[in-house]
Nanobody, 118 residues
Framework: QVQLVESGGGLVQPGGSLRLSCAAS????????MGWYRQAPGKQRELVAS???????NYVDSVKGRFTISRDDAKNTVNLQMNSLRPEDTAVYYC????????????WGKGTLVTVSS
């Protein structure tokens, strides 16, 4: 069993910054792609950013130039540095990872709430 636990969410003013972290634990052999998704009420869940073991990175257009994703394979963590936050960034942010343990399985964290408001 593998668990993903997010941290770093909270309330921030427009233009402010937050850093989200996700720690994976359990029966892990290799983590392939790790990423962050977000979902606002009444909206579809969307991929915000992803990063592969080879450090290939993808961002949704709306966060390019503002968010930076990174990972630490020794610690099995992925981070999302969020700068110049906007009210439309308000959402529950979920960590996601493709993990090789007994087999290749996709896991989700429970989410952390980010609220951008003045």
């Amino acid at each position: 069993q593998v668990q993903l636990v997010e941290s770093g969410g909270g309330l921030v003013q427009p233009g402010g910054s937050l850093r989200l972290s996700c720690a994976a634990s359990g029966n892990i052999f290799v983590i392939y792609t790790m990423g962050w998704y977000r979902q606002a009420p009444g909206k579809q869940r969307e991929l915000v950013a992803s990063i592969s073991r080879g450090r290939s990175i993808n961002y949704v257009d709306s966060v390019k130039g503002r968010f930076t994703i990174s990972r630490d394979d020794a610690k099995n963590t992925v981070n999302l540095q969020m700068n110049s936050l906007r009210p439309e960034d308000t959402a529950v942010y979920y960590c996601n990872a493709d993990v090789l343990s007994a087999g290749l399985i996709n896991y989700w964290g429970k989410g952390t709430l980010v609220t951008v408001s003045s």
